[in-house]
C-alpha cells in the first residue's frame, strides 16, 4: 500500500513542474496566439535567463535577497534580447513559409546555445535559495519547501495577469484584434509592428523569467533549452497553441503525468507525454482549449 | 542518365585517391545524401514540412542493426527489412499525418519522431536505451576480394563502394517516382491541393505514398549509416537529426532533385573544415543557417540556376 503522504508528494512535485512550465509556456504560447510563430528558440530565452541570473546574483552576492533583483533583471535582459531579434530578424520572417519560420528559430536555438557555452563553460551551476525561502511547510505530513510554494502561488497569479491584461485593458483588446486580422487592425491605425515586438518581448520576459526562476531547483547546464523546450511544447499542444488556459491545463496534465506516470512506467513516463501529445494532436490538432487556424 | 553515371564513377574513384580519410568523408555525404534525397520527395515535391523525418532514419538503422548484432542475420536481410520496417512506420504514422495540415503536420511529424526516439532511449532490452548499440558487426564483404582492383581494398573502402552502388540505385529509383505520373501529381497537391482535389485525385492518398516511400528510402539510409558509424544511437531519430536533414536540404536547394544531395555534401565539408578550427560549429551552422534563410532561400542550387539564368539573358 502506498503511504497517502507520498502520493500528496508526487501531487505536489507535479504542481510545481507543472507551474515552471507554465511560465515557460505562456510566452510560447502567447507569441504564437498573436505572430503565428512556433519558437523553437523560446528554450533558449528560458536558458539565457537562467545563466543571467546566475550572473547577476554572483555579482550581487549569493545567499541574499538581491537574488529578486536578480530574477527581475534576467527576465528584463532576455525580453529585450528578444526585441531586438523580433525587430532586426524575425518581423521579416512573418510572409514566409512555417518552414523558413521554423528554421529561423531554429537557428537561434544553435546560436544562444553555443553563445551561452563559449560565455558560461560547461560545468554545471547553481544559484542558492535567497534566506527569505529556506524554510519549509508541513502539509498533510510531507515537507513542501517554501520556495515551492512561491512558485505555486506565482503561476496562477501570472496566469490570471496575463488574462487581465488580455481581456480587460485597450491594450489586450488590440492585441487579440491583431490576432484575428492584422491588416485590417493596421488599417484601422494601430502600430501593428511595434504591438508585435511587444508581444514578442513579452513571451521572452516570461521564458527568461522562468529559466531566472528555475536556478534555485535545477542545475544549469548546456542543453537544459533543449530540454525545456520539448516540454514546453508538450504542453502548449495540449492545451492549445495560442490558448492561455488551455496552456495553464496543460501544464498541470503534464505535471501530474511526469510525476505518476513515474510510479506506473517507470521508465516511459517522458514516452507516455509524447504518446499524450501525439494522441491530442490526431484528435484534436488544435489542442484542448485552442481554436483551429484557418490558413 | 548519363550525367549520373558519370557522376557515380566519378565517385567511386575515391578509393584510389590515396586518402583513408577522403573515402570516409565520402561515405558519410553519399548516405545522407539519400537521407536528404528521400526527404525532398516530401518537402520540395509533394511541398510537406516533416520535421520528423529522422524517426524513419532511425528506424531503418535500428532495424538493420539488431538483426545483424543480436539476431546475426546477414547484411542483405538487414539492408532489405531496414526500408519495410521504416516504410511500415511511415505508414502508421503517416496515416495520420496526412490528416493535418501547414503547421499541425509539421508538430504532428515532431511528435512521433520523439515517440521512436524515446523508445529507441529507454527500451534498454532491445535498443540498448540510452547507451546505443555499439560493435555492429560489419556486413562480410570477403566476396568483394574475388573482384579485379576492388579486392586489394581495405575493408572500409569495400564498404563505401557497396553504399555507393546502394545509395545510387535508391536515387536512380527516386528519380524515377519524381520524373513518374505519380511524381506529376505530387508536384500538382504541392503546387495547387484544391485543384488536385477538383480533378478528382485523392490528396491524403498520394501524400501518404509520398510519405511512406520517403520514409522508406530514410530507412535504407540509416541502415547504410549505422553500419558505416560500427553502432547505433538514440539520437539518430532525436529532433535536432530531422532538424539537421532539412538544413541539408534547403542549403542545397529544395526546388532542384540534386539540391538535397549537394547540401549534404556542402554541410559535410563546411563541418570538416569548421571543426579543424573551432568547436563551436553549432555557432557556425546557426550563423550559415540565419544567411542562407535572408539572402539564399533558394539553397545553392536555387542561386546557381538564378545566376545562370541571368547570364544567359
Redesign the interface.
Known sequence: MIEPSFLFGQFVSGLSTAMYLFLIASGLSLIFGVLRV?NFAHGSFYMLGAYLAWQLVQWLGPRTESFWLAVFGAGLAVALVGALIERL?LR??YR?????Q???T??????I???V??TWGTQQLGVFRPPSMEGALRVFGSNVPLYTVFIMVLGPSIALGIWLLLNRTGLGRTVRAAALDREMLSALGANVGWLYTGMFALGSFFAGLGGALVTPVRSLLPGMD?EII?EA?IVV?IGGLGSLWGTFLGALIYGQVLAFGILVFP??S??AA??L??AI??VR??GLFGKP?E? | MPWMTILVLALATVPWMGSRFYTFLATDIVILALFATSLNLLLGQTGLVSFGHAAYFGVGAYTCAILMKTHGAPFAVGLLAAPILAGLAAAVFGYFCVRLTRIYFAMLTLAFAQIVWGICFKWNAVTGGEQGMSDVPYPDLSWMGALPFIGSLRVGEQYYLLALAIVALCIALLRMIVDSPFGRMLSLIRENPERARFVGLDVRRYELGAFVLAGAFAGVAGALFGLFNRGVFPDFAYWSKSAEVLIMVILGGMGHFWGPAIGAGALILLNQQISAYTQFWPFVLGTTLIILLFVFPGGIVGTLAAAWARLRK
Do not use: G, N
Open positions: 512556433l530578424l521579416h520572417m514566409r513559409e512555417e518552414l523558413y521554423l528554421l529561423f531554429y537557428a537561434l536555438v544553435l546560436v546555445s553555443d553563445v557555452r563559449y533543449v520539448v511544447f499542444v521508465r516511459f517522458i514516452f509524447f504518446v501529445m501525439a494532436l490526431v490538432p488544435w487556424i490558413r
